[in-house]
C-alpha cells in the first residue's frame, strides 16, 4: 500500500504564523521527521536579502509568501564522494517573521539532515554579518530547560548527547577551548553541574523528555539557539525558539545605538560584563584574558596596557568596528564601542568573552554604576 | 632598554597625563550635589591665550604672541585656572627653569578665555607633577623662589600618582600652595582618590592633547580611527585576506578633522573658536604619514604632501604590528644611542 503524502500538501497549503506551526506540529505525528529552527536576526528582509545571495554552488528562490512567513527552495550543488561532476539538490525552507520583535526571524524546515548539514546552515552562517545567530548562556540554557519540564510536567529530562567545550583553566592546560562529545544519559542538574564545576559549556544538548517511563519528546538544542525535534512541535516552539527570539531582540535593544558617530556629541556608551565573582582577583588573570582575546578571529588585539589595570583595543574586520576594553576591577570588563561598533560586533565579541574566558551579565555601563 | 619597551612605556606616559588632565579638569567640573557635570564650568585644552605686553616670552625665552597651557579651567564666577602637566622632570636641575619659564608666562592678564570679553578676574597657576619628583621640585621651587622664579597670581602644585592596586585610581593631593576654589582646595588638601573606573568613558574617547604622541601610537591612532573606517566602506572589505590590500587615499586635514572631532579635549567642550588649534598638529600627522611611507605601508599622492595612499591590509595587533616596525627602524637608522641618551 502507498503511503499517502503529506509534505505535497503541507508546502502548498497557504501558511501563516499560527497554521505554520500548528500544522508542523501535526505533521510530526504522521510522519517519521524532525522540524529544525534557526532563529536569527537581521535588518534587511529575507526576501528582499536570501535571493541576493546567489553562486555558483547556491540559489534561493522565494516560492511564495503569505502574512508573515515565506517559503523559500534553496538550491545547492555539491561533490558527493570521489565524483568528479557535482550533484545538485534542493530544499525548502520557511521564513517565519516575528510578529513582536522587529528584525527577528526562524528558519524552519523539515528536510533531511544533510540539506541542513551541506545546505542550509552554513548558508545562513555564511549571511553573517548582514544576519546573525545569537548565544545561550549557561545559565539561560539550563533555566529553560527546567521551565520545559516543569511546565509540560515531563517526569525526567534525560541528556542523551552533549557536546561541551572547556575553557582552559590553568596555564599549559587546556590551551585552547575543547570541544568534547559524549552521550552521558544523565540527569539534567547532574550534567550542567559538571559543565559548570569543569568552566565549561554546552554547544548542543539532544535529550529525551519523559512522562514516566515513555518518551514525549526528542529535543536538540544549541548554544546558538538552534532547535530540533521530531514531536510536540508547538511546545518546543514556546519553550525554546520563542524565548531565543526573546533574547535575540533583548540583544538588539540593548547593544543598539553604540556608535559613538550616532550621537550629535560622539559620546560613548559603554557596556559592561559583569561576572559576579572576583575574576581578577590576581594578575595573572590578565595573561589568560589577553590570551582568550587574541584568539578572535577577523580581528586586532591591541594591548596599550596590560598589567595590573588592562586596557585594550580591539578591531572587527568583519565590519570595521572598533572598541577599547577595559579591566579596571576584579569582577567587570567594560567594553566601550568608538565611532562605529555595530550590534553584530558587539554580539560577536561578548559571545567570544563567553566562549573564551567567563559568561557573566550584560549591563549598560551607567546602570551598572548605580 | 629595547626600542619596543621604550615606546611602550612613552605610550603608558601619554596615557597618563592625559588621564591627569582629565582628573584635574573634573575636580572642578563634577558636581557632589547632583553627581552631574556642572554645564557652567568651561574646560579646555592647549586653547591660545594671549600674553600683556608684561609677558614677552615662553619657556625657551622666545618671544611669543600665545601661550597653550595644558589644563584652562573657567569657573562662574570669571575666575580662572591655567596648568601645567608634567609626567617626568630631567634628572639634570638646570633644565628645570625651563618648565617654571612656562608657568611664569601664564602669570599675567592673559586674553582669549572662553568668555565673553575673552577675559576673566584673576587665574591660578598650577603645576601638576608626579609625585615620585614632588618633593624635589618644591625644594627647587623654594631655593628660587623670588629670585629666578617669581609668580604674582597663585601658584600651586599638585602631586598626582597612579596606584596600581586592583582597583587602580589616581592620587590627586596639593604639595605646595592653595587653590583659590574653597571647595576644590579641601579636597586635594587632604589627597583625593579617582578610581580610574569614573571616568573609563573619557579616557576611551580622549586619546590626544596637545603634545605629540609617540609615533607608533598616532599610526595606530590614523590606522584604527582614519583609514579603517575609509577601507571597510570598500566592499573588499567584509572578505579581505591578510595577504591583500585595499588603497585608501586621505587628505592630511581629514585625518586632522577626525582625530580632533573624535579623540581630542574638544569633547569637554561645545564650543569650536578660533583660540582652539586643532589637534593633532599638521606636523604630526604629516610626520605620521612620512612614517607609513617610509615603511612601505602608504605612498604621497601629491608633491606638496597634502594627501596620502595607504594600504590597508589587515594586522592581528595593529599597534604591536607599528610599534615593531619603528622600533626596527629606529635601529636601522641607528638613532638608537640618540634615543637612548633623550
Known sequence: MNKFDFITPFYNKPHDHNSLINRLDSLLTSEYLSVRAIPFSSNIKPSELF??????????????????????????????????KKEKEAGRFFVYEHQEYENVYVVLTIESGNFYTKALLPFIKNLYPQASMTFITHKRLRKLLEEFKEKNQFTDIIITRASHRLRFTEEGKHKKIVPMVSWPRME??????????????????????????SVSTEVSFSRQGIVKTNRLFSKVFEAFVSPVCKTIHENIKVFEHRSRR???????????IDFGMELFADVSENTKFIKAMKRLNKASISILHGNPYLHMS???????????????????????PQMKGTITAIKRLINHVFDTYAEGEIRDYTESLK | ???????????????????????????????????????DVLVFQGRKLKPSNSITSNSNSVKTSYVTPDIGILLPSKDGVLGEVKRSFPMDQKRWMKTFKQLMSYDGDLTGWPSDDGKINSHDIVLILHQSRAVAVRKFYERNKDSLIKFIRPFVMVEFNRSDERKPFYFFRIALGNLTENSVNERLGNGVQVPMEVFVTTYSTIKIYDSEPPLPYSLELIWTNVVLPKASDDPKFEKLRKNQKIDVVLDIDTIIQELYQGFSFRLLHDYDDEGHPKIPKREWVTRACEQLVKLNEASWVDASKTSVKVFFKIYDDVLDHFIELCSGDLENSGQMKLFENK
Do not use: C
Request: net charge negative; hydrophobic share 40%.
Open chain 1, 51 to 84: 535571493p541576493k545571495i546567489t553562486s555558483n554552488s547556491k540559489q534561493v528562490v522565494l516560492l511564495k509568501a503569505n502574512k508573515g512567513v515565506q517559503l523559500f527552495e534553496l538550491i545547492y550543488s555539491f561533490k558527493d564522494g570521489t565524483e568528479e
Open chain 1, 262 to 272: 550616532e550621537h550629535e556629541d560622539l559620546s560613548a556608551k559603554p557596556l559592561t
Open chain 1, 188 to 213: 539534567l542538574k547532574e550534567a550542567f553541574d559538571w559543565v559548570y564545576e569543569h568552566n565549561g559549556w554546552f554547544q548542543s544538548l539532544q535529550f529525551e523528555a519523559k512522562r514516566d517511563s
Open chain 2, 1 to 39: 632598554m629595547k626600542p619596543q619597551e621604550k615606546f611602550r612605556n612613552e605610550i603608558d606616559d601619554y596615557a597618563n597625563t592625559i588621564h591627569a588632565i582629565i582628573g584635574f579638569m573634573n575636580f572642578y567640573r563634577y558636581d557632589d550635589a547632583t553627581e552631574n557635570m556642572k554645564n
Open chain 1, 314 to 336: 580591539v578591531i572587527d574586520y568583519f565590519d570595521g568596528s572598533t572598541f577599547d576594553l577595559w579591566v579596571l576591577n576584579s569582577n567587570q570588563l567594560i567594553i566601550v
